[in-house]
């Protein structure tokens, strides 16, 4: 790395327009959805507040799981479009449950609208994403799911589940560029985006990627593209492509279960259970007893990628990434080999 020369990033060759179609076929194979896929130059939160701002408006009545800061941020963009939003919130830094969700929407048979987030990196959670969308599914409901550190990680089919609308991001998982996301919509979800007084003109239509770009041929993205991001991305894809969706999700899930044993190995336990558990990030509770803020200081002088939890209950949290490339059993090993020297200490 120390031999990098950031100026081989500059003046890149603009990449091809013919290929950007290529690019979201690619990803709708990744997601499982028959559906378009439209390509937003922007880090996935965008991509989400796009979908916030594209389908709420005052009449649509929208049920949104929170287990995480996104489910609270997506519910406050839907809100600001006008939409009349339920939320329905997990324990703090823990899963909903699917019989939760079923009560839910038992109380307001009149949502249209079900939003989840499958994989929390936050907490290191997973929601039973197959049962919430089974559920919404037979209630004949518009589903969003927030696939953005799933992807890869654990099994997405979105036609199959019923997932209308999918929001995913190479930049977890698939190891691959943060500035470019994807929006996988169904054709029954268009019909409540592209109606007479949608959102025009901005970064957060979802229409103008259709009419701009999907109706008019797929070819150059609209605006001004990024030719780097779009060449990260299709190098991303051919790593991807080259090892296999399945052995990807495959490597994260040993991973999580390397990262568990090793934990519990020290007498700690994971926050999460093994059916409740991410395969990006596993996360643990620090003992009382234990100043975290020494613990985390001295095992991130072994490895930046030791972090503190995101969100309420999440606070007392450590968690070990071992997302993308990181999902290797070397990775998780001598992350417990630091843990385990740190605690010593």
């Given at each position: ?52 701002a ?33 939320e ?83 930049q ?11 929006v ?37 993205l ?43 190995a020290?007498?700690?336990t ?66 417990i ?9």
């Open positions: 790395m120390s031999d990098f020369d950031p100026a081989a990033l500059l003046d890149p060759p603009a990449f091809p327009a013919d290929r950007v179609a290529g690019l979201a076929d690619r990803f709708a194979r990744l997601i499982g959805t028959s559906g378009d896929v439209l390509l937003i130059q922007a880090e996935a939160v965008v991509a989400l507040e796009a979908v916030a594209s389908l709420g408006r005052p009449g649509v009545k929208a049920i949104n799981i929170v287990t995480s800061p996104y489910g609270i941020w997506f519910g406050r963009w839907l809100r600001r479009a006008g939409a009349n939003v339920i329905i919130r997990a324990e703090a830094a823990r899963p909903i449950s699917a019989r939760a969700v079923a009560a839910a929407l038992d109380a307001h048979p009149d949502a249209r609208l079900l939003a989840v987030v499958h994989a929390e990196s936050a907490s290191g959670i997973c929601n039973p994403l197959e049962a919430i969308l089974r559920l919404a599914r037979e209630r004949d409901m518009l589903t969003v799911v927030d696939a953005v550190a799933s992807l890869g990680g654990h099994p997405l089919a979105a036609d199959a589940m019923g997932a209308d609308i999918v929001v995913a991001g190479p977890k998982a698939l190891a691959g560029p943060a500035g470019i996301s994807a996988a919509v169904s054709q029954r979800a268009w019909i409540e985006i592209d109606w007479p007084d949608a959102p025009v003109t901005s970064t957060l239509s979802l229409v103008d990627q259709k009419r701009l770009w999907l109706d008019a041929g797929r070819g150059a609209p605006g001004t593209p990024s030719p780097l991001e779009l060449w990260a991305l299709a190098a991303a894809l051919d790593r991807v492509e080259a090892e296999g969706i399945d052995a990807i999700i495959d490597r994260h899930s040993e991973a999580a279960t390397a990262a568990r044993d090793g934990l519990e020290l007498g700690l994971p926050w999460a259970s093994q059916e409740e558990g991410s395969h990006l990030v596993t996360t643990f509770a620090v003992p009382a007893d234990i100043d975290i803020v020494q613990l985390l200081e001295r095992l991130r002088a072994s490895d930046p990628e030791f972090s503190l939890g995101v969100g309420a209950g999440a606070d007392r949290l450590i968690r070990l990434n071992h997302t993308g490339r990181r999902a290797d059993p070397a990775v998780v090993h001598a992350m080999s630091a843990l385990t020297a740190a605690l010593r200490r």
